[in-house]
Protein backbone atom coordinates (compact mmCIF):
# COMPACT_ATOMS: atom_id res chain seq x y z
CA UNK A 1 0.00 0.00 0.00
CA UNK A 2 1.42 3.75 -0.33
CA UNK A 3 0.94 6.46 2.93
CA UNK A 4 2.03 9.79 2.67
CA UNK A 5 2.21 12.09 5.27
CA UNK A 6 1.98 15.92 5.06
CA UNK A 7 1.59 18.75 7.99
CA UNK A 8 -2.04 19.95 7.79
CA UNK A 9 -1.28 23.39 8.38
CA UNK A 10 1.17 25.85 8.15
CA UNK A 11 1.74 29.56 8.63
CA UNK A 12 4.48 31.92 7.44
CA UNK A 13 4.23 35.40 6.98
CA UNK A 14 4.70 37.74 3.51
CA UNK A 15 8.08 38.10 2.10
CA UNK A 16 9.64 34.81 4.02
CA UNK A 17 10.74 31.68 3.22
CA UNK A 18 8.48 28.08 4.14
CA UNK A 19 9.21 24.49 3.45
CA UNK A 20 6.65 21.96 3.61
CA UNK A 21 7.96 18.19 4.60
CA UNK A 22 6.05 15.19 2.85
CA UNK A 23 7.45 11.47 3.83
CA UNK A 24 5.97 8.76 2.05
CA UNK A 25 6.25 4.90 2.53
CA UNK A 26 5.14 3.19 -0.56
CA UNK A 27 6.33 -0.13 -2.27
CA UNK A 28 7.19 0.65 -5.51
CA UNK A 29 8.33 4.43 -5.30
CA UNK A 30 9.46 5.98 -9.00
CA UNK A 31 8.58 10.03 -8.00
CA UNK A 32 7.40 12.38 -6.10
CA UNK A 33 5.25 15.78 -7.33
CA UNK A 34 4.32 18.70 -5.78
CA UNK A 35 0.26 20.57 -6.93
CA UNK A 36 -0.76 23.56 -5.46
CA UNK A 37 -4.60 24.13 -5.59
CA UNK A 38 -6.27 27.14 -4.46
CA UNK A 39 -9.50 27.47 -2.82
CA UNK A 40 -12.57 26.49 -5.63
CA UNK A 41 -10.11 25.30 -8.01
CA UNK A 42 -8.32 22.75 -9.38
CA UNK A 43 -4.92 21.30 -8.53
CA UNK A 44 -2.08 22.59 -10.77
CA UNK A 45 1.48 21.15 -10.97
CA UNK A 46 4.52 22.77 -9.47
CA UNK A 47 7.46 20.18 -9.77
CA UNK A 48 8.51 16.63 -10.23
CA UNK A 49 11.55 14.90 -8.24
CA UNK A 50 12.44 11.36 -9.83
CA UNK A 51 16.19 11.56 -8.59
CA UNK A 52 17.62 12.88 -5.24
CA UNK A 53 18.48 16.28 -4.93
CA UNK A 54 17.03 19.57 -5.29
CA UNK A 55 14.89 21.08 -8.62
CA UNK A 56 14.34 24.44 -8.64
CA UNK A 57 11.73 26.36 -10.54
CA UNK A 58 11.69 30.07 -9.70
CA UNK A 59 10.64 31.02 -6.13
CA UNK A 60 9.58 27.21 -5.71
CA UNK A 61 12.06 24.33 -5.49
CA UNK A 62 11.46 20.75 -4.17
CA UNK A 63 13.87 18.22 -3.13
CA UNK A 64 13.50 14.41 -2.76
CA UNK A 65 15.90 11.94 -0.39
CA UNK A 66 14.90 8.66 -1.92
CA UNK A 67 17.15 6.75 0.87
CA UNK A 68 15.00 8.86 3.70
CA UNK A 69 11.46 8.70 1.76
CA UNK A 70 11.27 11.93 2.38
CA UNK A 71 10.82 15.17 -0.02
CA UNK A 72 9.63 18.77 0.87
CA UNK A 73 8.75 22.09 -1.55
CA UNK A 74 10.69 25.06 -0.64
CA UNK A 75 8.76 28.67 -1.62
CA UNK A 76 10.68 31.60 -1.10
CA UNK A 77 9.51 35.24 -1.26
CA UNK A 78 6.49 34.42 -0.03
CA UNK A 79 3.27 36.40 -1.64
CA UNK A 80 -0.24 36.41 -0.75
CA UNK A 81 -1.29 34.53 -3.90
CA UNK A 82 0.67 31.75 -2.36
CA UNK A 83 -1.84 31.07 0.22
CA UNK A 84 -3.72 27.97 -1.08
CA UNK A 85 -3.34 24.09 0.19
CA UNK A 86 -0.16 22.24 -1.40
CA UNK A 87 -0.15 18.11 -2.05
CA UNK A 88 2.86 15.81 -2.61
CA UNK A 89 1.90 12.98 -5.04
CA UNK A 90 3.57 9.85 -5.00
CA UNK A 91 3.99 7.97 -9.08
CA UNK A 92 3.77 4.35 -7.94
CA UNK A 93 5.74 1.41 -10.07
CA UNK A 94 5.67 3.73 -12.99
CA UNK A 95 3.00 2.25 -14.19
CA UNK A 96 1.15 5.56 -14.30
CA UNK A 97 -1.12 5.07 -10.70
CA UNK A 98 -0.42 8.59 -8.58
CA UNK A 99 -1.58 8.97 -5.51
CA UNK A 100 -2.08 12.04 -3.22
CA UNK A 101 -1.33 12.89 0.07
CA UNK A 102 -3.71 14.76 2.18
CA UNK A 103 -2.71 18.17 1.92
CA UNK A 104 -1.00 21.21 3.57
CA UNK A 105 -3.46 24.34 3.50
CA UNK A 106 -0.65 27.18 3.94
CA UNK A 107 -1.68 30.29 5.40
CA UNK A 108 0.32 33.51 4.59
CA UNK A 109 0.34 36.63 7.21
CA UNK A 110 1.06 40.19 5.85
CA UNK B 1 -6.48 24.18 -26.90
CA UNK B 2 -9.06 23.63 -23.96
CA UNK B 3 -6.77 21.11 -21.54
CA UNK B 4 -8.91 18.63 -19.96
CA UNK B 5 -13.11 19.49 -19.90
CA UNK B 6 -15.75 18.20 -17.36
CA UNK B 7 -19.23 17.58 -17.54
CA UNK B 8 -21.56 17.99 -15.29
CA UNK B 9 -20.11 21.08 -13.46
CA UNK B 10 -22.73 20.57 -10.88
CA UNK B 11 -25.36 17.92 -10.16
CA UNK B 12 -27.63 17.06 -7.26
CA UNK B 13 -28.99 13.34 -7.40
CA UNK B 14 -31.39 11.30 -5.41
CA UNK B 15 -30.36 7.97 -3.66
CA UNK B 16 -30.06 5.42 -6.03
CA UNK B 17 -30.28 7.33 -8.98
CA UNK B 18 -27.81 7.07 -11.35
CA UNK B 19 -25.41 9.14 -13.79
CA UNK B 20 -22.18 9.30 -15.86
CA UNK B 21 -19.50 11.77 -15.35
CA UNK B 22 -17.71 12.87 -18.70
CA UNK B 23 -14.18 13.85 -18.89
CA UNK B 24 -12.30 14.91 -22.35
CA UNK B 25 -8.96 16.13 -22.90
CA UNK B 26 -7.05 17.41 -26.05
CA UNK B 27 -3.87 17.20 -25.30
CA UNK B 28 -3.41 13.50 -26.19
CA UNK B 29 -2.01 12.23 -23.40
CA UNK B 30 -2.16 9.09 -22.73
CA UNK B 31 -3.04 8.79 -19.29
CA UNK B 32 -5.94 9.77 -17.19
CA UNK B 33 -7.53 9.45 -13.73
CA UNK B 34 -10.80 9.89 -11.73
CA UNK B 35 -10.11 11.53 -8.39
CA UNK B 36 -12.71 12.56 -5.44
CA UNK B 37 -12.01 15.27 -2.68
CA UNK B 38 -13.61 15.37 -0.02
CA UNK B 39 -12.75 18.04 3.10
CA UNK B 40 -9.27 17.19 4.93
CA UNK B 41 -9.00 13.71 2.61
CA UNK B 42 -6.86 15.17 -0.33
CA UNK B 43 -7.83 13.70 -3.45
CA UNK B 44 -8.24 10.20 -3.70
CA UNK B 45 -8.05 8.14 -6.56
CA UNK B 46 -10.63 6.50 -7.64
CA UNK B 47 -9.84 4.40 -11.57
CA UNK B 48 -7.26 5.17 -13.66
CA UNK B 49 -6.66 4.24 -17.22
CA UNK B 50 -2.76 3.96 -18.33
CA UNK B 51 -3.58 3.52 -22.02
CA UNK B 52 -6.79 3.20 -24.09
CA UNK B 53 -8.30 0.26 -23.53
CA UNK B 54 -7.16 -0.24 -20.24
CA UNK B 55 -8.25 0.48 -16.50
CA UNK B 56 -7.49 -0.20 -13.11
CA UNK B 57 -8.28 0.42 -9.69
CA UNK B 58 -7.69 3.30 -7.25
CA UNK B 59 -8.34 3.58 -3.81
CA UNK B 60 -11.46 4.14 -3.77
CA UNK B 61 -13.31 2.08 -6.56
CA UNK B 62 -16.36 0.89 -4.62
CA UNK B 63 -19.43 2.11 -6.04
CA UNK B 64 -17.91 3.47 -9.10
CA UNK B 65 -17.39 2.05 -12.80
CA UNK B 66 -15.17 4.06 -15.69
CA UNK B 67 -14.85 3.48 -19.19
CA UNK B 68 -11.78 4.97 -21.85
CA UNK B 69 -13.99 5.00 -24.78
CA UNK B 70 -11.58 6.21 -26.51
CA UNK B 71 -7.95 8.15 -26.08
CA UNK B 72 -9.90 11.67 -25.24
CA UNK B 73 -12.47 10.77 -23.21
CA UNK B 74 -12.73 8.95 -19.83
CA UNK B 75 -16.52 8.60 -18.15
CA UNK B 76 -17.75 7.89 -14.30
CA UNK B 77 -20.47 6.07 -13.84
CA UNK B 78 -22.43 5.98 -10.25
CA UNK B 79 -25.12 3.14 -11.10
CA UNK B 80 -26.71 3.58 -7.31
CA UNK B 81 -25.58 6.88 -6.05
CA UNK B 82 -25.27 7.19 -2.04
CA UNK B 83 -24.67 10.39 0.34
CA UNK B 84 -21.40 9.07 0.84
CA UNK B 85 -20.61 10.04 -2.45
CA UNK B 86 -21.07 13.63 -2.10
CA UNK B 87 -18.02 15.15 -3.31
CA UNK B 88 -15.81 17.04 -5.46
CA UNK B 89 -14.94 14.87 -8.14
CA UNK B 90 -11.99 15.81 -10.67
CA UNK B 91 -10.77 14.14 -14.04
CA UNK B 92 -6.77 14.19 -14.63
CA UNK B 93 -4.53 13.39 -17.45
CA UNK B 94 -1.22 13.34 -17.87
CA UNK B 95 2.20 12.05 -20.07
CA UNK B 96 5.83 11.56 -19.21
CA UNK B 97 8.07 14.45 -21.19
CA UNK B 98 11.59 15.41 -20.32
CA UNK B 99 11.70 13.27 -17.54
CA UNK B 100 8.94 14.73 -15.86
CA UNK B 101 5.52 13.33 -15.28
CA UNK B 102 2.58 16.50 -14.50
CA UNK B 103 -1.13 15.83 -14.34
CA UNK B 104 -3.81 18.61 -16.00
CA UNK B 105 -6.76 18.73 -13.75
CA UNK B 106 -10.41 19.56 -14.89
CA UNK B 107 -12.24 22.18 -13.14
CA UNK B 108 -14.09 19.63 -11.11
CA UNK B 109 -18.28 18.04 -10.93
CA UNK B 110 -19.83 18.90 -7.43
CA UNK B 111 -22.12 16.47 -6.77
CA UNK B 112 -24.71 16.01 -4.04
CA UNK B 113 -26.40 12.95 -3.39
CA UNK B 114 -29.47 13.68 -1.08
Known amino acids: GQSLEQPSEVTAVEGAIVQINCTYQTSGFYGLSWYQQHDGGAPTFLSY????GLEETGRFSSFLSRSDSYGYLLLQELQMKDSASYFCAVEVNRDDKIIFGKGTRLHILP | NAGVTQTPKFQVLKTGQSMTLQCAQD?????MYWYRQDPGMGLRLIYYSASEGTTDKGEVPNGYNVSRLNKREFSLRLESAAPSQTSVYFC?????????????FGPGTRLTVT
Open chain 2, 27 to 31: MNHNS
Open chain 1, 49 to 52: NALD
Open chain 2, 92 to 104: ASSDRRDGSYEQY
